[in-house]
C-alpha cells in the first residue's frame, strides 16, 4: 500500500540534507523548506536562499511536485477502489507463502488440478495452487479459498515464490503438454531433488517428460481406460479400490511410507519386526530403492533405510505403526 509513497520520502530525505549543506539550515527548517517546496504551498521562505538554494528548489519543485502527485494518486486508487481489502489479503498470502515447507505445489487448476487440491485439503496437507487464468484465479479465491499464486508456472520465479526449494513435491498439470515438458525441465534446473509428478496426454510426450526428469507420468485417458476395463471385469476390486482412495465411507487407509535411518524395522525381517502384532496393519507392498515393487513380500523380507511401504490398515493403527516403528 505504502510503496508509491517511497520516492516521495526519498525526495524529502534528499531536500532536507540538500538545505541543509548548502543553506546551512537546521534540520527543522530544511524539513519545513522541502515540504512547502513540494506541496507548492507558498509560504515564504526560512531565510532568503543564495543562488545555488534557488537551482536546488527548483529541482526539488520538479522531483517533488510530480512524485507528490503520483503517490497520492496511487494511495488513492487503493483506498477508493476496494484495494486496501486486497492489499491484506495479499500481504496475508505473502506470510503463508514464507512459512510454507514440506508442502504441495499444484501447477495448473483444471479438472485434474483441481481433484488434487481436493484431496490434499482432505488430507490436511499444506499446498499452494499456481494459476494464471482470470476465471479460474477467481474461483479459487471466491469458492475454495486455497493458498495460490497468480502467475506462470513455467517462470522460474513464480516457481520460487511458491517454495520450490522446501515443497516436497509438485504436481505438473498445466493444459498441454508441451507447457507440462517445459515446467517439469524448469523445475529441475531449479530443485533437482524435489518429486515431481506431471501429466501426458500421448505416448510420445510421457517419454519425453520422463527423460527430462519427471519422477512420475500420468496419462488421464489411459487411467480412465484402464478403470473402465477393470470395472467391467472385476466391478468389486474397482469398488473397493475406490474405497481406499477416497477414505470417505470406510475406516480402512493405505498409506506411504519410508523407513528412516533410525527406524527400528532397519536389517529386520517382516516377521521379526512383528508388525501385525504390535500395530495391527498389513505390509501390502515394498519398494526398495532403484528397483520394481515388490507386492505381498514374504516374512522373511528384509528391510532397509530408504524403503518405501504401502501400509494397509486404519488411521489409528498406521499411526501406530508410525510412532513405534519409524
Known sequence: MWKPAVPLFVVIIIGVFGYQIIEDMSFLDSLYMTVITIFTVGFKEVKDLTPQGQIFTIFVILGGAGTALFAF???????????????????????ELNNLKNHYIVCGFGRMGRLVSERLEEEKLPFVVIENNPSKIEEIRNKYNYLFIDDDAKQEDTLNKAGIKKAKALASLLPSDADNLYLVLTVRQICPSVFVLSKALDDEAEKKILQIGANKVVSPYKLSGLKIAQGLIRPTLVDFVDLIIRRKELTLAMEELVVGKDSTLVNKTLIQANIRKKANVIIIAVKKPGKDIVFNPAPSFPMEAGDTLLVLGNTEAINTFEATFL
Not at 496511487?74 to 496475508?92: A, D, N, S, T
Open 73 to 95: 494518486t496511487k494511495i488513492g486508487e487503493i483506498v477508493f477502489e476496494g484495494g486496501v481489502e486486497e492489499f491484506w489479503r495479499r500481504r496475508k498470502m505473502e506470510r
